[in-house]
């Protein structure tokens, strides 16, 4: 076992919780995650073989779904970001790899994104200052990919107006971060 | 501090008082007061001064259209110029400043203006300031620009914050008058979503400004019980204090929410104003109408103003500007607004009506047939004169006149995407046209339903239809419904100096000379004249221009035409259109993972597009960077340097095509390129020209990791998504961008292979012979962790890089410096390896400049025939391919110590300087301290052949013209010896 | 009629009663020697200089709306001629000295102002950038000055030095550029050309080319047939639509670039600045208003008029540079169709077709090039041969490979 | 605008970058295209005003590239596509 100790997108060695009146922004490090993206013609054996591996169908357009051990989302035509606890799945991308070999391009992300949770009571009024979706049909299970303040992020519905988690390019994380707790502030 | 102006009653709160200040003098208003209607009571009328003439003026006007009544509010950093006192909310503490004058309002020198008008009438400057040549720009435009302008900037930045959103909606209303309120209580008790936003910030519209009752209760108690019972509806959103500013594209609102502009300052960590984008399927525009003036002799003095609007400043703020007033009108709109303020005690000296059978009036005299000829009162409104029927003139002594021209439909939103508005016989006025925004529709005063029961009827029907609700329409609530009786007129016979636009000071007289000399369309009448193109946007002074013209030419109002509206509808703050986008905030950052370590090794940093790089890390007693770059490079040259270099983009291509791909973008085959080998590739457009550079890694049969330079790795991979899915989109092959899952970092110097033997776990041989130069892999270190090794150098020197993932870069980076410390291992930021870059002469942005070629870059070579690849065909054409094409060359100063200078230009050594005799120029330079001097990289016509030549390198713009040697751009290891050992 | 600060002082002494229409309004006739399409300022300078510098006589120009509807009335109204590359920086310098000269020739005063163009540096590799470009414009015999940081800051207080995230590092000036009152160069040329002759025929829309053999022997028009010697195209961001009228496809796509106006202000802005790490431009004009702009919207668009993003995007980069414009407010935003070209660089230029001319793929800069443009291209339409500063603008560069590419970009004419 | 993704449903255009025209999917075959053909592909456009078809790349969203057919006199959108399902049918081996 390596020494190296990690550090959260935001530098620190714990991760980051702020809060604004009763919302809560947490940073969540312990997130492995992989890409998974079909191979030309090989769409249906990608799509049935992830679903042998992780116990659901792959989520079609805009969704995401969830097992005990893993979560996936949608992110292409065809393509699936998939994510575990990271302290048992360190080794996500590889397992996937090998379990997909010829039948899907497997892509370590693990380290690509920097995650957060933010939650509480009314949401959805700091969604609105951050990014463009249609709130009043943003559903649980729904994943959108789109940009605040310019990153590109995913945003997934954990509970409508009350949890969702926000998935950005980890580089950004402290602009994100500020942009997120500029937005409660304002908003709540 | 008395408000002698003040009546009883309105929506007013009489029992608080509110302190404020307008140019120093202290006054008192009250809650829900603006600060026109708090000056009004306070009995000024004087506000501000116009544009051109600086004429004394008051406010025209109740609401937004407001041309005359505007001053500077608030002060320091916050003072916010061109405000319109008529629809600023009134606070406690609020101070305001008159504007465009000197010394004072009362006396403003620049008014001698007015005493020459004659000769600055419209488009006089086009004809003089003409001679001698050099005067317009040393003498007469300096006084011109002096004296031109409104309000003043602070000169600060604004302290403010301002933030935008997004809301979606089933349908947007925009107006919460009669109509508005009607559609949005049609709506809402359907259970659709709706968004009903208000400029102003009491919802109500004229009905708060009327005296009409609404089912049986005064019209503003029933848009308060409207309101009320709005705002219990879930699926309702009221947003008041919100301007709907633009109707845009596929029905997308922009529309400005003032948060705090009510208050002293905002609250802490709230915004002053919100951009709202409000995504609707459907809009419904019930902006109402503006009353329109008429045109008369000194049409423009304080005190003159809308008829309506005095009414408003009677019924809803309890306020006349005058105790004494008069009306003129040419409708039955004046009369109402005599009947309201005598009604609350203000003396009407008389209501002056064009019509000969106007109606009579018990309370106060109408005088049938006549017409306002002239006005008097310097600075406020004193007497008005008045020819009768009977062509006797009459001279009544008053402090405000009530202008009443009729009124005009607020079609500005639908003009917003180029529709015209059509004229409407039965309304003389323009009306929204046939060519609506899609998904909008109009309602109420705005469509033409000029009475109260019209636009409640109009409005509920149009929520219906825009909703396609079904089902019998309910009932509306009991209100008046006069008819409409609109006759034109627009100007009295034989005035000159009557204004049109007020703020502009376009007069009547303005618009026949624009005729007489042939500015005849509307646009050159608006652009000569500039009627129309004040703050106002010509709500107050269009169609009376339209009108004159229209009868100079002899034609009717829509022959002539009329002039659309564009965004936005009222000027809107720059502020709160950026939001957050400013200062440090202007673009995210992007750190590396090394940032943190770095920061505490006290480095300086540069912008590298988004990224923040160490750019080099000074060390106690090196006072100059010169001193720490110059120790970098030679440190690493001597030993082993670690430079995080993370920001190259990097993008995994997998498929069983993917190498075909990598032939397809890159001018250099990849076919061949075996496992386990990485090698350079060039990128090329189709035009032939290079794009960007980078390696290719093959890690499998079918997986290849691609860097790309730092500043292109976005274009790059969105030129392979455009390749992979419209040029090849058969072909099996994913493209997913690594760049921030891995921490990346250069280990280069002859000790670099000793310090990371230090780190690789032992089961990895990375020997010359194990891992020799090119070669890539994966592999753990220190312990277990997985990581991928390259062999590829940008120094020049022995150098690897080395990647983990990004959460274990900062203790990667630790652990190399640690572990290297017997190697005395120096981090080594971007300076440095530009410097080391240059010394091996390798290409970089400022050489793949978008105008360059393989061929110029000496890669000609590398452009593969055997195959099709993305510019291969194109950068054959001729014009690329000259004898004496630029070719890349190194550069050094034939006197040592000469500075080299990028962007300098390269000439003969003897011969003209000039363009026509330009040789090339210098890409890249910097101080070699392997070599002891300065050196650069460059393009030289046919440079490959001139090796040895000395040329002149002038840079004109930095003083610069030295010698310069034409030299191999491989300062440093020409044979590659050191990247092999 | 001769314009003069007297003539000005007498009319008003006298009602006003002397002044005559600035051009006539004639019907066209059925045959000129030179038949310009567009009444832009391209086509009026056109018409000008064809009338007093080639002696040309018998010339009309024909517009579908009014003289100066389009893009010269719609404009940021900055001239400079800050070029990098050889094929342009001729011509632009031409075009500055035109203006320089162009109130005494016109007799109109189009309040030409040169109160300078500042260029931001933010970036060593912008700088070195602008050195080479600041050189090839010495080299051509124009004016550039390189800026310090501090040197800015001296003449710039108000940007935003110390809370920027892209740092100011200096600046490239060109004093001699600054801002002409648009309207009035269409006026004036159209005035100029009126007198000496030219007809100016307002409302004629063409429909059509009259082509036989390989030849182009007049334009088919709203008002009937008008037969012309040789007929020159300058419509700007209809060079597309009219084009197609002869059977040809051009390298140029049609886009929409917005610009805004604030509310007057007192003057705040000494000239032109343009910032080099946003998408942002302003200046100031006469009467007060901050007159700025960025970049296209980046779609095709003959719709004169953008959408809010680009709105967005250029006000956070005016409130980046210069945060005290938050408190000013945006009165107006118009679109322009913008005449995009494959390499950013316009074509004055012969067509396959005998007597057939093309002036067009200004992209966004085509007012600072109007005297120049319309020299050049009444030197072609007079010579058949092009004007020395203008030999590059051909159609026939892309085939070649002589691409005049200032940017950079390449042949994605929404990212010039 | 607003662009109706045919898998995401509508999003703004501000989360597209306009790549051009969609002739640009008309590449030339390299083994018997002429240089008119290559300047012609690279250099000539249509520009119509009214139906024009172009590609929007979704960089902010699922990086899919669309061809939409948008007026460009009314900025009406009326159709669109996947790229990839329109693109060049090229043997990839070649």
């Not at chain 2, 509010?73 to 465009?100: C, H, I, K, V």
């Not at chain 2, 670690?642 to 190259?648: G, K």
């Not at chain 3, 668009?301 to 953008?306: E, F, I, P, V």
Request: net charge neutral; with cysteine; hydrophobic share 40%.
């Amino acid at each position: 076992m390596h020494d190296l100790k990690p550090i959260t997108a935001l530098g620190g060695t714990t991760p980051r919780v702020d809060t604004v009146g009763e919302t809560t922004l947490a940073e969540v490090p312990d997130l492995a995650l992989a890409s998974v993206a079909a191979r030309a013609g090989r769409e249906q054996a990608c799509a049935k073989h992830l679903k042998a591996l992780i116990g659901a169908q792959a989520p079609s357009p805009g969704k995401t779904w969830q097992t005990d051990h893993y979560s996936a989302v949608w992110m292409g035509p065809d393509q699936w970001m998939i994510s575990a606890d990271f302290a048992t799945h360190e080794d996500i991308a590889a397992t996937l790899k090998s379990q997909l070999e010829g039948i899907a391009s497997v892509t370590e992300q693990t380290d690509a994104w920097a995650c957060f949770d933010l939650s509480g009571p009314r949401v959805f009024a700091v969604l609105e200052l951050l990014y463009n979706i249609n709130l009043l049909q943003f559903k649980t299970g729904d994943a959108t990919r789109t940009s605040i303040h310019h990153l590109g992020c995913f945003v997934i519905c954990m509970k409508p107006d009350h949890m969702v988690r926000i998935l950005g390019p980890r580089a950004s994380a402290g602009s994100l971060h500020h942009a997120i707790t500029t937005a409660m502030t304002s908003a709540l | 501090m008395t408000q002698a102006n003040r009546l009883s009653g309105g929506q007013i709160d009489h029992n608080t008082a509110l302190e404020f200040t307008f140019d120093g003098k202290r006054y008192a208003g009250h809650p829900g007061d603006t600060l026109a209607s708090a000056l009004l009571a306070n009995n000024v009328r004087l506000m501000g001064r116009s544009f051109k003439y600086h004429r004394p003026r008051g406010p025209l006007t109740a609401g937004s259209e407001e041309p005359n009544a505007i001053v500077e509010l608030r002060s320091g950093a916050r003072q916010e110029p061109n405000t319109r006192a008529t629809t600023a909310e009134l606070f406690d503490g609020l101070s305001a400043t008159s504007q465009n004058r000197w010394p004072s309002l009362a006396f403003d020198a620049m008014a001698i203006n007015d005493r020459f008008s004659n000769f600055l009438t419209a488009g006089f400057y086009y004809k003089t300031f003409m001679w001698p040549a050099a005067f317009w720009e040393k003498i007469y435009e300096p006084i011109i620009r002096k004296a031109a302008g409104l309000g003043s900037l602070s000169m600060q930045a604004d302290p403010d914050e301002y933030d935008k959103g997004f809301r979606h909606c089933d349908l947007l209303i925009i107006g919460a008058g009669p109509a508005g309120l009607s559609a949005a209580l049609t709506a809402g008790r359907a259970g659709k979503h709706v968004i009903l936003a208000d400029e102003d910030f009491r919802m109500g519209g004229r009905l708060n400004a009327e005296t009409f009752a609404v089912a049986d209760m005064a019209g503003a108690d029933w848009a308060t019980q409207t309101v009320a019972e709005l705002s219990a509806l879930s699926n309702v959103r009221l947003m008041p204090r919100t301007t709907v500013i633009g109707a845009f594209d596929h029905g997308i609102c922009g529309a400005v929410e003032r948060i705090s502009d009510h208050l002293v300052t905002p609250p802490k960590g709230k915004p002053r104003q919100i951009l709202w984008r409000i995504y609707a399927a459907q809009t419904l525009l019930c902006a109402g109408a503006t009353e329109r003036s008429i045109a008369f002799e000194n049409n423009d003095r304080p005190g003159i103003m809308l008829a309506a609007s005095m009414r408003a400043y009677a019924n809803r703020w309890a306020a006349t500007p005058a105790p004494r007033v008069a009306i003129f009108t040419n409708n039955d709109d004046g009369h109402r607004t005599a009947c309201d303020l005598h009604a609350k005690g203000v003396k009407i000296a008389g209501v002056i009506d064009i019509r000969p059978d106007a109606p009579r009036s018990r309370d106060y005299e109408v005088l049938q047939g006549a017409h306002v000829t002239d006005t008097k009162g310097r600075l406020g409104l004193t007497f008005v004169d008045v020819r009768l029927a009977d062509g006797t003139a009459r001279t009544i002594e008053c402090g405000a006149l009530g202008v009443s021209g009729g009124w005009n439909p607020n079609v500005h939103l639908t003009c917003h995407q180029r529709g015209r508005p059509a004229w409407n016989d039965a309304l003389a006025a323009f009306a929204p046209g046939g060519t609506l925004p899609p998904g909008m529709s109009v309602a109420g005063a705005a469509n033409g339903a000029f009475s109260t029961h019209g636009a409640l009827k109009s409005g509920a029907d149009a929520a219906r239809k825009a909703l396609g609700l079904k089902g019998r329409a309910p009932a509306l609530p009991r209100a008046e419904d006069a008819p409409v009786a609109q006759t034109p007129f627009w100007y009295v016979e034989g005035c000159a100096r009557a204004w049109l636009d007020q703020q502009n000071d376009v007069t009547v007289k303005d618009v026949k000379l624009s005729y007489q000399e042939g500015f005849r369309s509307v646009e050159h009448l608006k652009r000569y004249t500039t009627l129309g193109m004040a703050t106002d946007q010509g709500k107050t002074s269009n169609m009376g221009g339209l009108a004159i013209m229209a009868e100079l030419a002899g034609k009717s109002i829509p022959e002539v035409g009329t002039t659309i509206f564009r965004p936005p509808y009222t000027p809107t703050s720059i502020g709160v259109l950026a939001g957050r986008m400013r200062g440090k905030e202007f673009h995210p950052t992007r750190l590396t993972p090394s940032h943190y370590w770095a920061e505490e090794r006290g480095a300086v940093f540069v912008e590298v597009g988004n990224w923040l790089r160490a750019q080099w890390f000074p060390l106690p007693g090196e006072t100059h960077w010169r001193q720490s770059v110059d120790r970098e490079v030679t440190a690493t040259r001597a030993s082993v340097g670690v430079c995080d270099c993370t920001t190259l983009g990097k993008i995994d291509v997998q498929g069983t095509d993917a190498a075909t791909f990598l032939n397809k973008v890159y001018c250099n085959g990849f076919a061949k390129l075996a496992v386990g080998k990485t090698r350079y590739g060039l990128m090329l457009r189709e035009d032939g020209i290079a794009m960007d550079d980078g390696t290719a890694a093959r890690l499998a049969e079918d997986q290849f990791v691609v860097t790309t330079t730092t500043a292109n790795a976005a274009r790059a991979y969105q030129h392979m998504e455009f390749v992979r899915q419209c040029l090849m989109p058969d072909a099996d092959v994913q493209l997913i961008s690594t760049t921030e899952a891995w921490a990346q970092y250069a280990v280069a110097g002859p000790n670099s292979r000793h310090l990371l033997q230090k780190i690789v776990d032992s089961d990895y041989d990375i020997s010359n012979e194990g891992f020799p130069f090119m070669a890539c892999g994966n592999i753990t270190i220190c312990s277990g962790l997985r990581a991928r090794l390259f062999r590829i150098s940008f120094s020049g020197e022995l150098a690897f890089e080395i990647a983990v993932p990004a959460r274990y870069g900062d203790a990667l980076m630790r652990r190399l410096m640690a572990e290297g410390e017997e190697f005395d291992v120096t981090p080594y930021g971007t300076e440095a390896l530009g410097v080391m870059r240059i010394e091996k002469g390798h290409a970089a942005g400022n050489e793949l400049n978008g105008t360059t070629t393989a061929l110029n870059l000496g890669m000609g070579r590398m452009v593969s025939k055997a195959k099709d690849s993305i510019g291969s065909k194109l950068s054959e054409r001729p014009g690329l391919n000259e004898a004496d094409t630029l070719m890349q060359v190194g550069l050094r100063p034939v006197n040592t110590s000469d500075k080299i200078t990028a962007g300098g230009h390269l000439m003969r050594a003897a011969g003209p300087v000039d363009a026509a005799h330009d040789q090339g120029y210098v890409t890249s330079a910097a101080f070699s301290p392997t070599l002891g001097c300065m050196i650069g990289l460059g393009f030289l016509k046919d440079g490959g052949n001139r090796h040895g030549e000395t040329l002149r390198l002038v840079s004109p713009v930095t003083d610069l013209s030295v010698a310069v040697e034409v030299v191999s751009a491989h300062f440093v290891d020409p044979e590659g010896a050191r990247v092999r050992a | 009629m001769r314009y003069s600060g007297f003539k000005v002082i007498k009319e008003a002494l006298t009602g006003h009663k002397g002044w005559t229409p600035a051009w006539r309004d004639p019907e066209p006739q059925a045959h000129y020697d030179i038949v310009i399409i567009g009444g832009g300022g391209h086509g009026l300078a056109t018409a000008h200089y064809l009338a007093s510098v080639y002696g040309e006589r018998r010339v009309a120009v024909i517009e579908k709306g009014w003289i100066g509807g389009g893009n010269v009335g719609r404009n940021t109204t900055i001239i400079r001629s800050n070029y990098l590359l050889d094929g342009n920086e001729p011509f632009y310098e031409f075009s500055l000295k035109l203006w320089e000269g162009l109130e005494q020739d016109l007799n109109y005063n189009a309040m030409v102002s040169q109160r300078g163009i500042m260029n931001l540096i933010h970036s060593d590799a912008q700088r070195d950038a602008f050195i080479r470009r600041g050189n090839a414009m010495i080299l051509n015999g124009a004016d550039a000055e390189l800026l310090s940081e501090a040197q800015i800051r001296q003449e710039y207080p108000f940007l935003n030095f110390d809370d920027a995230r892209f740092p100011i590092k200096g600046g490239l000036a060109q004093r001699r550029g600054g801002t002409v009152r648009h309207d009035a160069v269409a006026w004036g040329y159209a005035r100029a050309a009126d007198g000496r002759g030219v007809d100016i025929i307002q409302n004629c829309e063409v429909t059509g080319f009259r082509i036989e053999n390989g030849k182009c022997f007049g334009v088919e028009t709203s008002k009937g047939f008008i037969g012309a010697g040789c007929v020159g195209c300058a419509v700007a961001g209809n060079s597309s639509r009219l084009m197609a009228k002869a059977g040809m496809r051009l390298p140029i796509e049609s886009h929409v670039l917005q610009a805004f106006v604030s509310e007057g202000l007192k003057p705040v802005l000494p000239g032109v600045i343009t910032f080099g790490a946003g998408h942002f431009y302003v200046s100031q004009s006469d009467k007060g208003g901050l007159v700025f702009g960025g970049d296209i919207d980046g779609y095709n668009s003959y719709a004169q008029r953008g959408n809010l993003p680009v709105v967005e995007d250029v006000c956070e980069g005016g409130m980046a540079i210069m945060p005290m414009i938050g408190r000013a407010r945006l009165l107006r935003m118009w679109g322009g169709i913008m005449d995009m070209s494959m390499d950013g660089s316009p074509i004055i230029d012969r067509t396959h077709i005998d007597g057939l001319y093309f002036n067009g793929g200004w992209c966004y800069g085509g007012f600072k090039a109007t005297p120049a443009s319309g020299y050049a291209f009444a030197h072609l339409l007079a010579n058949d041969e092009p004007h020395e500063t203008a030999t590059a603008y051909r159609f026939d560069r892309f085939r070649t490979g002589h691409m005049i590419d200032e940017k950079g970009m390449g042949n994605q004419p929404n990212l010039h | 605008m607003i662009i109706n993704h045919p898998l995401l449903g509508p999003r703004d255009s501000a989360e597209f970058v306009n790549l051009g025209a969609a002739e640009l999917m008309n590449r030339p075959d390299p083994e018997t295209a002429t240089p008119e053909d290559w300047h012609d592909y690279a250099y000539l456009r249509d520009n119509p005003a009214g139906a024009h078809r172009e590609l929007w790349f979704h960089e902010g969203g699922d990086r899919s590239i669309l061809i939409v057919t948008r007026d460009t006199t009314t900025h009406e959108i009326t159709a669109v596509e996947l790229a990839r399902n329109r693109g060049q049918r090229h043997d990839p081996g070649k």
